[in-house]
């Protein structure tokens, strides 16, 4: 069983829908969560951490937190064209969030936004 | 934000030739900095984590004397891909933690395509 498990899709949403992105992760010493987004033959760059179980908002963007349940994911509100990328999980033991540590990775979401 | 830098961003060589990868936090000092491998499609596999002075620990898996590790100053690490195969050919990222925030900030890479 991988440690941090997404659809690896391709999800496809119009513009100006509502993407949802999922995540689940097994150990559940997890204490951290982030999203990343990488275009393609780029580096992944953060969109967002999560570290206490509910939501968190940055503009369009939401991300919800359920440690019972080890699911993770995030809203993208409004989506662009320019959303279309790659959108990477990430999870660590360590605690507080801003704390990065060793991050295990998902596969992958890959989103597209058509016009 | 904090830049990293990764050089070279892309390399070709010759089967049985080594590579060096540097990585270089340009305007912040990283006492620790992780190696990643990211094959087509796939996500980013952690290879190891090199801290400033000491010897890289290397996840299960990784050969150490295949690619070895150097963080000799805190503001550089290197990889380097000993007698490569191509095999090795893959994305190679690293990323560098600011001490006083715990944030990662990844390099833009370097894509090594071993002939």
């Known amino acids: 069983q991988k440690e941090v498990e997404q659809n690896s899709g391709p999800l496809s949403v119009p513009e100006g829908a509502i993407a949802s992105l999922n995540c689940t992760y097994s150990d559940r010493g997890s204490q951290s969560f982030f999203w990343y987004r990488q275009y393609s033959g780029k580096s992944p760059e953060l969109i967002m951490f999560i570290y206490s179980n509910g939501d968190k908002e940055d503009g369009r963007f939401t991300a919800q937190l359920n440690k019972a349940s080890q699911y993770v994911s995030l809203l993208i509100r409004d989506s662009q064209p320019s959303d279309s990328a790659t959108y990477l999980c990430a999870v660590t033991n360590n605690a507080g969030g801003t704390s990065y540590g060793k991050l295990t990775f998902g596969q992958g979401t890959i989103l597209t936004v058509h016009p | 934000g904090a830049v990293v830098s990764q050089h070279p961003s892309r390399v070709i060589c010759k089967s049985g030739t080594s590579v060096k990868i540097e990585c270089r936090s340009l305007d912040f000092q990283a006492t620790t900095m992780f190696w990643y491998r990211q094959f087509p499609k796939q996500s980013l596999m952690l290879m190891a984590t090199?801290?400033?002075?000491?010897?890289?620990?290397?996840e299960q898996g990784v050969e150490k004397d295949k690619f070895l590790i150097n963080h000799a100053s805190l503001t550089l690490s290197t990889l380097t891909v000993t007698s490569a195969h191509p095999e090795d050919s893959s994305f190679y990222i690293c990323s560098a933690r600011f001490a006083s925030t715990g944030e990662l900030f990844f390099g833009e890479g370097s894509r090594l395509t071993v002939l």
């Open positions: 090199s801290n400033e002075g000491s010897k890289a620990t290397y």
